[in-house]
């Protein structure tokens, strides 16, 4: 059984170069619980600054309170940084890749990062209930990871995003093929972990 979305190699290879450089998150919009998404915006302006072509894109949506939360986070951005925000809102399963294959970054919880591996993306988990900003686990390529979503600390995000968009197109591709490895480990013992 394999999933409908999968690893393209000439997609990777041409997403390494990183002549832009986006940043996606998939996942509902309920804060406190998924707060490093506020985090990750954040972390967005304060990087953009040094690397002016980088990207954020959103897909998720929430409850009216919590995504006027979001919009008044983003709002308090630059015009230039908000103009590089895409929030596109629930998307269905089968038209994820038009987002995922633009993408060079995915940071999410549970589903969300589960995805990001399927594409063969550089994946970091991130953490639920973080109040300091975007906290993560690291790079979603540990076969031993019991689960994609803790409350237990992290750490900050900002040093592992510098690293992805800045190492070596080598690196890049081997750090895909990594995630991408994960993807097909996990799947393969828990075939409908997505879909559930």
Known sequence: CVLPIDYAPSIVENRSKRHT???????????????YILGLIDLYSKIKVEFPYITLTLIGDGTTK?????????????????????????????????????????????????????????????????????????????????TATSRDPGVDAEPLLRDVITMRTESYIDLSKKCYETYKIRHSYEPMYFFN
């Not at 995922?100 to 399927?118: E, K, M, T």
Request: hydrophobic residues 40%; proline residues 4%; contains cysteine.
């Open 21 to 35: 450089f986006n940043i996606i998150s998939v996942g509902r919009f309920d804060f406190p619980h998924k707060n």
């Open 66 to 146: 919590d995504r006027n939360m979001l919009l008044d986070k983003i709002n308090k951005l630059s015009s230039e940084h908000r103009r590089d925000i895409s929030l596109i809102g629930v998307v269905p399963f089968a038209h994820l890749s038009k987002y995922f294959n633009r993408a060079h970054l995915s940071i999410g919880v549970a589903g969300g990062a589960f995805a990001g591996l399927a594409f063969g993306i550089p994946t970091l988990i991130a953490r639920n209930y973080s109040d300091n900003g975007c906290e993560v686990y690291g790079y979603f390529t540990n076969h031993n990871f019991p």
